[in-house]
């Protein structure tokens, strides 16, 4: 993340994009395999919010205002793994108070659709963005090996945060696609530009079959709109 936040604010060199990827890479399959043995999934976060402790006070010492940018961002994913892993309480259960039977199942469907594809999904509004940053190469090689990891994870877990993060930024899919590809235009990538507007439409063809009816069970548990017994009964 450092060598990420120095290249936008140019403090390191164009350069220093490839080792973020590589780095970015050997940290998703390090923390994956992390989740896949960890019996408390949730102390995962401890780590991340330590290291961000150690780099503010790095920062604080150092002075510099672009480092207190690492810091910041370690203490976000230290809080995204919190609340991914944490158990469901009363605050999912009250999500759906009021609404009626069809509403929540219709909510269920659509997260358990998104889940399937995740990485999918959320690249409506990433890949038009990382386009202006990154090489394409790089962009594209970096979503198809996000497929790849996400393969084994998506039946083994659920959360309502993400699913909702994840609809957060598809709202932004067209503005930012909108957004990049008159940025590359202007800069005279034409060919990326075209890839970038049209790329919410466009990864839509890019879906994976998965076990939705699966998947809408474990969200409509972490809901509470299924009790616990109800499901072990299914």
Do not use: C
């Not at 810091?71 to 158990?87: M, S």
């Not at 598809?170 to 930012?176: C, H, K, N, T």
């Not at 530009?193 to 839509?204: D, E, G, L, Q, R």
């Amino acid at each position: 993340m450092d060598l990420l936040v120095g290249g936008l604010v140019g403090i390191y060199p164009a350069t220093a994009y490839l080792p973020v990827v590589t780095w970015s890479l050997i940290t998703t399959v390090l923390l994956v395999i992390a989740i896949r043995i960890a019996p408390q999934r949730v102390w995962l976060a401890i780590p991340f919010a330590v290291l961000g402790a150690l780099v503010l006070l790095i920062a604080v010492v150092s002075t510099r205002l672009p480092s207190f940018a690492v810091p910041f961002l370690l203490f976000i994913q230290a809080g995204i793994l919190w609340r991914v892993f944490r158990k469901p309480g009363r605050r999912n259960r009250m999500l759906f108070e009021g609404y009626s039977d069809s509403d929540v199942q219709r909510w269920l469907l659509l997260r358990a659709l998104e889940w399937v594809n995740l990485p999918t999904f959320a690249s409506r509004a990433t890949v038009p963005l990382f386009l202006i940053v990154f090489p394409w190469q790089y962009v594209f090689l970096a979503f198809a090996l996000a497929i790849l990891l996400w393969l084994p994870l998506r039946h083994k877990f659920v959360s309502v945060l993400v699913a909702r993060v994840a609809i957060f930024l598809g709202l932004f899919a067209w503005p930012a696609a909108i957004g990049s590809a008159a940025y590359l235009l202007y800069h005279g990538h034409y060919i990326l530009a075209v890839v970038a507007v049209i790329w919410p439409f466009a990864s839509a063809f890019v879906q994976l079959p998965g076990r939705v009816g699966e998947i809408k069970l474990a969200f409509a548990f972490r809901v509470g709109y299924l009790s616990a017994d109800a499901q072990a009964d299914i």
